[in-house]
């Protein structure tokens, strides 16, 4: 139990389009979502928290215009990467945390996303 | 504030042979400790938490980890190395009350046959 996937799981696109990441929570229901970035042989980075029905929490730094998050239902979270540019390439991870036991429950990840912006 | 730190870029461990990986922690409050694993392009895996009761965390794979206050260690161990167990693992800390985890910036470990 407790698996994330991501869509999709590598994506390339051309500086000034758009790009929107799927995050889903496939055997449980997920109160929190999180979106992360990592650059090559560097940690994770929270990029921001996101609650079901409520508007996201961007860590310092983050751009809210440029990353758009959605937490539509207790299954789905999205990112969308507007205006992309090549410094946008990274690998951004979604995790999930459970709606039981919040306070001490891990964290699930999804695979990533591999995004290549050219 | 919550920080981790993980003091070697990689660990080399000859097959058979046991593994440390190693992490201390800072946070105000009590912690939440935790060890991720990740492999080529892939997310992370969980491996095992500490959160309360015994020091000695066992995991999966194998793996365990033991949580040492005085020192604010949390380190990574197990018997006998595999050379499947090659892979990026990270460190992380929540404080309790916390949603948000602060991860270490990893330790390779690199098993050799």
């Known amino acids: 139990g407790a698996v994330v996937s991501q869509h999709p799981s590598w994506v390339i696109c051309k500086s000034g389009t758009s790009v929107k990441i799927e995050c889903r929570s496939l055997d449980f229901q997920a109160t929190t979502m999180f979106w992360y970035r990592q650059f090559p042989k560097q940690s994770l980075m929270l990029m921001a928290t996101s609650n079901e029905g409520s508007k996201a929490t961007y860590e310092q730094g983050v751009e809210k215009d440029k990353f758009l998050i959605n937490h539509a239902s207790l299954t789905l979270s999205t990112l969308t990467v507007t205006s992309a540019h090549p410094e946008d390439s990274s690998f951004y991870i979604c995790?999930?945390?459970?709606?039981?036991?919040?306070?001490?429950?891990?964290?699930?990840f999804g695979p990533g996303t591999r995004l290549t912006v050219t | 504030a919550q920080s981790v730190a993980q003091p070697e870029d990689q660990v080399n461990v000859a097959e058979g042979n046991p593994l440390t990986v190693k992490c201390t922690y800072s946070?105000?409050?009590?912690?939440?400790l935790f060890w991720y694993v990740q492999y080529p392009n892939r997310g992370l895996q969980f491996l095992l938490k500490y959160i309360t009761g015994d020091n000695l965390v066992k995991g999966s794979y194998g793996f365990e980890a033991e949580f040492n206050k005085s020192q604010t260690s949390f380190h990574l161990k197990k018997p006998s190395a595999l050379v499947s167990d090659s892979a990026l693992y990270f460190c992380?800390?929540?404080?309790?009350?916390?949603?948000?985890?602060?991860f270490g910036t990893g330790t390779r470990l690199l098993v050799s046959p």
């Open positions: 995790s999930a945390s459970r709606i039981r036991d919040r306070g001490t429950d891990e964290q699930y």
């Open positions: 946070v105000s409050g009590n912690p939440y």
């Open positions: 992380a800390v929540r404080d309790e009350g916390f949603q948000k985890l602060v």
